[in-house]
């Protein structure tokens, strides 16, 4: 911890040295906005791998229908433009959010059914590709329905900055950033409440920490297992409607990468550990962003395949991660 | 077979004795086997024969009756080849994942590799140097032209590298972890190759400049490399447009990546490969070099890909970075799943079908429902769809594969692990990717071996 907040604040004085303070606290805060998205999806990977042991891939295929979902609601369906009245605008937000969410929770719970549940016993290959089978299968599914093109919204949120309201031009806050910490932050909130507090909660720990032994002390496996999908699916929805409204685009294969970039997360936090996921996500965040804006877009995903791969073979259990250190 | 259980001798000398051994045993196996399984052995013989000959069937008398009465789904040239090309590929994968059993998620590397290999060394790409040797081209003529029999090796050697550098650092790996390690490398190297178009490099040291690379264009960037030099011997090409020729030439690569792999599988190191893939902390009990073993599963099973991609950008006479997708990796991967791991008949088989699924059927049904229907989605275009659904389906109820080879059957199926276990009255370790399942992830944590391969 306090080896963390050290290395943090080094990291700033360096940032605003090298690059020079308006460059760098723009890309923070870019990179800030990416890692909050990354991290509801990167919470949906470590959820799932967490209690079954599953690379759970279609998970990013999940966040790219939640996104396509939201774009056909706030798109075309309720045709939300930025003169929209606000809290008409706020209401059908919530109620996307609402619909989208329930969508790909209602989803991911069909997905366990169908092509893990069943192999629950079976040699944890199988699963895996049948995993991987399924991302394709959802991503075909995306290109169906869709079509091969970027779909895209206006921004609805004009293009304010929320710092000049202190006088700051240098660097812009939009209220689209804003929105997104709005969002994501009460839900990151809400699921370590659940997770950490309710019956079902502990249900979930139990089951993650010992599925057969879990099962004897009166836990609903079964149920408990469906129940983390749904809480992952419903995360992956909400960040593809944070995704839309924030990027204002999206595309069929949208899920790979930016699922990899939250599998990525995932482990570099510790896979399995969620305080770690939502670490990972920010730290990814930022990378992408400084990697995008100082380096250059085409190498930011050789990028993180290489920091995925480095933390894989030097320290799988990641920066929080211990507690399944001997799962994998 | 008498022939495995002979000592082979060593060398290449001894390699080529026990091969011409091999060849002389043939008539006497077969006339064993026609005696044995008649029915069997007549319809393999028939669908052999079919295989070889179909390239001139078409190239004679189906291709024009596919142009001028009526389309039908039948192969054509460009097919057969890119069958054989996956099929040698599906062949390698098999190595890496049917016989060692560490799952490979970025194999289309070494495709990549191998394409790119035969890029640099047979095209005008380095056009400021000339290098020109037993090829065709014309001597002085800008680029490197070597000869595609020199091309082959080279890739083959670079391939293998690569596969042992990817092998090295994931030694300690077990499992799903493997498989993502192996996932971002095939995703790390077409990056490379498509980003590597313009470097400006400088090293000094104490002022003086070691290195200085202005603007070098290595890989071609997005457009790829183009053109690359066709194989061509006494005057036959074998090149996309020399039809029937590159298919019998893409059958003598795979049928001899079959002679190699069959010959590896009854190898003493396809039976390391068993062990480790069974149980590798028993493997390595019982002396098996486990790094060696590993490193090269990997090293061997990439250089078939290797193989593979020189001759298909030979074939094509272009390659670029967008030919290496992940969904290749998958695609390959679908094969050997589709046609049974571990059994090399079954990945050939895997891989001539999936092509044709992909390359011909899919096309001819979108041309037909096209003319019916405009409106209605392209089949073609969805093709990923359908091995998406495949995967799935295949895990859920026949995870060995339709020619499944009998032990990995047993493996994989829950039924037959749990039939296996009560017939030797053991906990059989039945995880193909060496992550124990349920029940035996304890057994393992409790063991506590020392070796730190188990840590992870």
Known sequence: MVRGIIAFALFQVFGVVFFGAEQFFQTEVIGFSNGLIFALVALGYTLVYGIIELINFAHGDVFMLGSMLAFLLIGPIFAVTVDTPVLLKVGIILLVLGVTMIGTAALNVSIERVAYKPLR????????ISAIGMSFVLQNVGLLLAGPGNKSIDNIFGTANILSVFG???????????????????????????????????????TAQDPDTAGLMGVDVNRTIAITFLIAGALAGAAGVVQILYNNTTVWNLGFRFGLNSFTAAVLGGIGNLQGAVLGALVLGFINAFSDRFFSTNWTNALVFGILIAILVFKPTGLLGQQLADRA | MSSATKQVGSGIGGWVGHMVDAA??????????LAKRRGRTIALTLLGLLALTYPLIYNQFLAGLSRNVFPLPVPDETTMTFMLIFGIMAIGLNIV?????????????????????????????????????????????PGIHLPFWMILPMAVLVAATFGALLGAPTLRLRGDYLAIVTLGFGEIVPVFFKNLAAITFTFTIGGVTLISLQDVNLTGGPLGINPIDPFVILGVGFGATSGVAAVYFAMALTIIGIIVARNLERSRMGRAWGAIREDETAAEMMGVNTVRTKLLAFALGASFAGVAGAFQASYLGATTSDFFQFSTSILVLIMV?????????GVLAGAIVLVYIDKTLLIWLGQR????APDF??????????????????????????????????????HGLEEAETAMGVDVETDNVSVAPPGQAELDREAELPSDLDDL
Request: hydrophobic share 55%.
């Open chain 2, 369 to 372: 429902i096209g003319s019916v």
């Open chain 2, 24 to 33: 002389a045993a043939i008539p006497g196996h077969y006339g064993n086997l």
């Open chain 2, 97 to 141: 994942v049917g016989f060692a059993g560490l799952l490979d998620l970025g194999y289309v590397a070494f495709y990549a590799l191998g394409a790119y290999t035969a890029a640099f060394f047979a095209s005008p790409h380095f056009g400021s140097i000339s290098i020109v040797l037993f090829s065709n081209v014309v001597s002085g003529f």
């Open chain 1, 168 to 206: 700051i031009e240098g660097v812009t806050i939009n209220i689209q950033q804003v929105f997104v910490a709005i969002v994501t932050i009460p839900l990151l909130i809400v699921l370590s409440w659940f997770v950490s507090t309710t019956r079902q909660g502990k249900a979930m720990r139990a």
């Open chain 2, 337 to 345: 799943i589709l046609g049974g791991i571990g059994n090399i008949w």
């Open chain 1, 121 to 128: 016993n079976a040699p944890k290959l199988a699963p895996l």
């Open chain 2, 377 to 414: 989605p392209n089949p073609s275009q969805f093709n990923f769809l359908i091995f998406g659904i495949l995967l799935v389906v295949m895990m859920r109820f026949r995870p060995e594969g339709f020619i499944p080879s009998r032990q990995r059957a047993a493996e994989l199926s829950v």
